[in-house]
């Protein structure tokens, strides 16, 4: 007796259509075998027969809509013909993936509960089919008799004993290139994929109607359309599913947003109520308030942006070690472990960059289980395609999978999972596999037709596989990205995963829904101009309810406060704690220590040598046993702590290490004995600068990210500071991080031994251009003193956005006692330190920074006994500083000629003291030269202009000229210059110090 085959239980789906019929009346069709294709959304659904037999009505055609109960066909001879109801019951219950414990490794997930082996067809090298069909059978039932993991377990003791037998392994870098999750083991989306499709549509044409908005106005504005058409859907299953805002109950998941893709940020937050029409209008015109930024910038938006990310690459190690020290907090016991997670999207391209894949190893090594890569995979980049000869994801996946971490792909959307189904002869992978990026870039480009010829065409089963479908048909196959099904599988098994990060790899299409104007095409990134022609059908193909006159106006689509959009869309993320991404803190500040914590530096050392390295150790030991300061440090070191003085503190507070110590460490007897310890607060970071600047950061920005304000020290070689991690610098200071960078070995020609690549003479110019960063360059232990509280005392009792470098120099010297009343000198930048009045006859200022003071120091006593010139000796604690107040003080003179002129502090200290200025620093004379105009007066700077190279610190300064010797016989030549001595004096010390005035410049040398 015939009986009716009818849609089961498909969820919040109603009307939804049939777009394929894979049976006709006659034909027999086993259990499971596919009646129909169903498309709801973007996603299809094939309907399975729930009994064997033979198919005698067909109740539906192409374009019919059903809902769950419509009857499809009917079927005789079946032991049970159509059960809506209990039949997928059944299914779910034989189909649960079954979770169990690895019993090899503890990667395997749920989503690892493969149920098909894909096995190739026969080939040639294939001797024996029916026993590799044996195998391929039995693996098969051991998954559906003991589940995947059990399978997982006997393949891996298979490959163990052929790699004893000395058999060649399999290449195992990679998987087939198919999704990761098969469709049974999805995890369904629980939302309202109608609504979520429109809401879709209107950030789309949002965010693309902003872009091609600001350059009607000005084609200087930019912008960019096709990235975030490529990731919509990828942001927006997190946004309406995952991402848990921050709030006083929570901490908030971390998401970095890939840089470019703002406009599609922007686009949401719009409908969510949060950004104005004028605020979108306003996109990349900042000039004047209330525009928007180009891209992720927390120092342009403070209350929106929380990451900055489109220098590519920076993301992705920021990520990481964000994630890496959301773990110490926890393991410190600072914060709560509350399952947050750490998102980070990236494009494909940006993954060539060193810092995007250069810390994965460590992101698995820590099992950095709290973050989720997401890589949107759209196969292009700027130019052209990432990998046109080769496959991204593929390359990807390796990476990643050599790495640990846990891989999921998502090529493939929905409507293939039917094809893969069908597909009974492994061709299908093979043709998937087989294909490039640059083949794949050209089918999204080119339509249905070209697909059926060049993709399925290759094999003869393959063409006939689709032989049904038409060219609209194959067209409509669609990509893992732009799945929202696919896309929330993928999201709910991350979230699930544990002991190691995930990645997700996404295929997508650049330039999703922009048609002809730059879907696919090599040229879709740069498009930011949209004709009438390109918005109307953009409109028409996301369905965007505008008319052509709004179109083109290129009007914004917002549906009213109370439709079902606005009200599904907000109701997601009222679920979820609020909007997503906005920067707050409700950090409580750090009480700046006592002044007298520092009293022991205040003091002369007599004798007593020490550089100013190692009396900044000291200090940071002092500030140890401050109760509210002592937690929050947090000393950042490259594989220099040794180098710095710093083992100390291994056993004092323990090195950070998540597994804690598994070892005896073979110096256990010693104090300094290497301490790794789960709560260790030093994070010693290795070799690896970005690391350890990017762990900076993140806890530079703790008190944004975790509310919880921090204060890291990050020491490290002064050449491998900002010129290496420049980039980082500023994004530190665009993300206002609050923390001290310490240049230690720092200067030209203290560091004597090390040679070219060592020696640096310009970290203060490149941290000078950073606008928030305070630099200095003390000399002795009381400036450095006055300086590091100061620097806590702004940034973490008052919590000034700021950061602060310091150089720190390992020439030993005494440290006299500080002069009284020269704190403020100090912080401002100068001070008076000495005069040398004895004579009372000519006088020279001379200004000296870091370790070449004392080299001024002793000049102006020779300059004093032996030429009878009298001096002022300024110690210049920050040429930086000076040059900002005197830059402030000339621009409102400029701004207030009628009013009395202002005097730059320069200018205050200087004014009424005789003489010419020598300047002298181990930097470059552009350090010095900084402070030229505001000082009124014959200026001459002395620096170490040229490369380092190795020698003793005497010949190193008498090489670059700014030694005791050749800084006396400058001074005196400059007052020759300026007729206050006779020309002779000055020449006999050229003569006397045997100054070579045939010596090359040392910058071409
Ligand atoms: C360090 C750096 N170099 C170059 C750029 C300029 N740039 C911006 S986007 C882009 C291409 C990005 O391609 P991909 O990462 O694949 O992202 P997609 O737009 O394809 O999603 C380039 C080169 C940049 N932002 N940062
Ligand atoms: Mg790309």
Redesign the pocket.
Do not use: F, I, W
């Given at each position: 007796m015939a009986q009716n085959i009818s849609v089961p239980d498909i969820g919040d789906f109603k009307d939804v259509e049939v777009i394929e019929v894979l049976v006709k009346p006659g034909d027999k069709v086993n259990k499971n075998d596919p009646i129909v294709t169903i498309e709801s959304d973007k996603s299809s659904i094939e309907i399975p027969s729930p009994s064997s037999g033979e198919i005698k009505d067909l109740k539906v055609k192409i374009g019919d809509k059903v809902s769950e109960g419509s009857v499809l066909a009917t079927i005789e001879n079946g032991q049970v013909a159509s059960a809506p109801k209990e039949e997928p019951k059944k299914e779910s219950k034989e189909r649960k993936p079954v979770i169990e414990k690895s019993k090899t490794n503890g990667n395997l997930t749920p989503v690892k509960q493969v149920k098909k082996i894909f096995s190739e067809p026969a080939s040639k090298d294939d001797i024996d089919p029916i026993e590799t069909n044996e195998w391929i059978e039995s693996l098969n039932s051991v998954i559906d008799n003991d589940g995947a993991s059990r399978a997982s377990y006997l393949l891996n003791k298979v490959i163990d004993q052929a790699y004893k037998s000395g058999l060649v392994l399999p290449d195992t870098r990679t998987t087939p290139y198919i999704n990761t999750i098969p469709p049974e083991a999805e995890v369904k989306s629980p939302g309202d994929q109608n609504i979520e499709k429109k809401i879709r549509a209107y950030i789309r044409w949002n965010a693309a109607a902003m872009v091609v908005k600001a350059n009607k106005k000005s084609s200087e504005l930019g912008g960019?359309i096709?990235?975030f058409a490529?990731?919509a859907t990828l942001y927006d299953v997190g946004m309406n599913h995952f991402w848990r805002a921050k709030n006083n109950k929570f901490g908030g998941d971390l998401i970095y947003f890939?840089?470019?893709?703002a406009p599609g940020m922007y686009a949401r937050a719009f409908l969510e109520g949060r950004l104005s029409v004028k605020q979108l209008d306003g996109f990349r015109q900042e000039v004047n308030k209330g525009g928007l930024s180009s891209?992720p910038h927390p120092w342009l938006m403070p209350n929106f942006w929380q990451f900055p990310t489109?220098?590519?690459?920076?993301g992705a190690i920021m990520g990481i070690y964000q994630a890496r020290f959301l773990k110490y907090l926890i393991n410190r016991g600072l914060v709560r472990d509350e399952g947050r997670k750490i998102w980070v999207f990236?494009?494909?391209?940006?993954?060539?960059?060193p810092e995007s894949l250069g810390a994965i190893g460590l992101a698995a090594r820590e099992k950095l289980d709290n973050l989720i890569f997401v890589i949107?995979?759209?196969?292009?980049?700027?130019?052209g395609p990432?990998r046109g000869n080769g496959k991204i994801i593929q390359e990807l996946e390796g990476s990643f999978r050599g790495t640990g971490w846990n891989v999921i792909k998502v090529i493939w959307g929905s409507y293939w999972d039917q094809l893969l189904a069908k597909d009974k002869t492994g061709l299908l992978v093979k043709r998937m596999n087989e294909c490039v990026d640059g083949e794949y870039q050209a089918f999204k480009a080119k339509g249905g037709s070209y697909v059926r010829e060049k993709f399925f065409g290759k094999y003869p089963e393959l063409k006939e596989l689709i032989s049904s479908m038409t060219d609209k048909d194959i067209w409509r196959l669609n990509r893992g990205g732009h799945d929202p099904h696919k896309v929330y599988a993928a999201y709910h098994a991350a979230m699930q995963h544990k002991g190691s990060p995930t990645v997700i790899l996404a295929k997508?299409i650049?330039g999703y829904g922009m048609g002809k104007s730059g879907e696919s095409i090599n040229t879709?990134?740069q498009q930011k101009k949209l004709d009438e022609k390109d918005l109307l059908y953009y409109r028409d193909r996301f369905d965007v309810p505008l008319t052509d006159k709004q179109v083109k106006n290129i009007e914004y689509y917002k549906p009213k406060e109370d439709s079902e959009e606005i009200k599904y869309l907000k109701d997601k993320r009222l679920k979820l704690g609020g909007f997503i991404p906005e920067r707050t803190s409700f950090a409580r500040q750090i009480k700046a220590p006592p002044k007298d914590i520092f009293e022991a530096f205040m003091k002369s050392t007599g004798k007593k040598e020490m550089s100013t390295t190692m009396a900044l150790v000291r200090m940071l030991t002092a500030l140890l046993r401050d109760k509210n300061v002592s937690p929050r440090l947090v000393p950042i070191i490259p594989d220099e702590a040794r180098t710095f003085g710093m083992e100390g503190f291994f056993q004092k507070i323990g090195i950070y290490a998540h597994e804690g110590q598994k070892y005896e460490p073979v110096d256990s007897e010693q104090l300094s004995s290497y301490r790794e310890d789960k709560s260790g607060q030093v994070l010693e970071e290795g070799i690896n600068e970005s690391g350890a600047m990017s762990s900076w950061i993140a806890a530079g920005t703790s008190y944004t990210n975790h509310d919880l304000e921090m204060i890291p020290i990050y020491i490290f070689y002064s050449m491998f500071g900002f010129q290496r991690v420049g980039?980082l610098a500023w994004a530190a200071g665009d993300s206002q991080a609050r923390g001290f960078l310490i240049g230690a070995t720092a200067g030209r020609t203290t560091l004597a031994g090390e040679g070219l690549q060592h020696q640096d003479g310009h970290s203060h110019l490149l941290s000078s251009n950073i606008p928030n960063c305070v630099s200095y360059d003390p000399t002795f232990a009381y400036e450095m003193a006055v300086i590091l509280r100061d620097g806590i005392k702004r940034m973490h009792e008052k919590k000034e956005n700021i950061f602060y470098y310091i150089t720190a120099m390992n020439e030993n010297y005494s440290h006299p006692e500080k002069p009284k009343g020269c704190e403020d000198g100090i912080i401002k930048g100068m001070y008076l330190l000495r005069e040398n009045n004895n004579k009372g006859k000519t006088k020279i200022q001379l200004l000296g920074s870091g370790t070449i003071l004392r080299e001024v120091m002793s000049a102006a006593e020779i300059l004093s006994e032996e030429y009878g010139v009298d001096s002022d000796i300024w110690s210049v604690t920050s040429f930086n500083e000076l040059r900002k107040d005197g830059m402030k003080t000339e621009r409102w003179n400029l701004l207030n000629p009628n009013e009395k002129r202002r005097k730059s502090y320069v200018e205050e200290c200087l004014e009424k003291r005789d003489g010419p200025i020598i300047a002298a620093s181990d930097y470059t004379r552009s350090f010095s030269d900084q402070i030229r105009p505001y000082t009124r007066k014959a200026f001459y700077s002395l620096g170490t202009d040229g490369y380092g190279r190795s020698d003793t610190r005497k010949n190193l300064r008498k090489f670059f000229e700014v030694d005791k010797e050749h800084i006396v016989a400058y001074t005196l030549s400059a007052l020759a210059k300026e007729q206050l001595i006779a020309t002779t004096e000055a020449e006999k010390a050229i003569k006397k110090f045997k100054i070579d005035k045939n010596k090359e410049f040392p910058t071409n040398l």
């Open positions: 960019h096709g990235t490529s990731a890939q840089g470019h893709s891209y489109v220098s590519m690459g920076l990236l494009g494909d391209g940006e993954m060539d960059e949107n995979c759209n196969l292009q980049r700027l130019d990432v997508t650049k879709t990134h980039d």
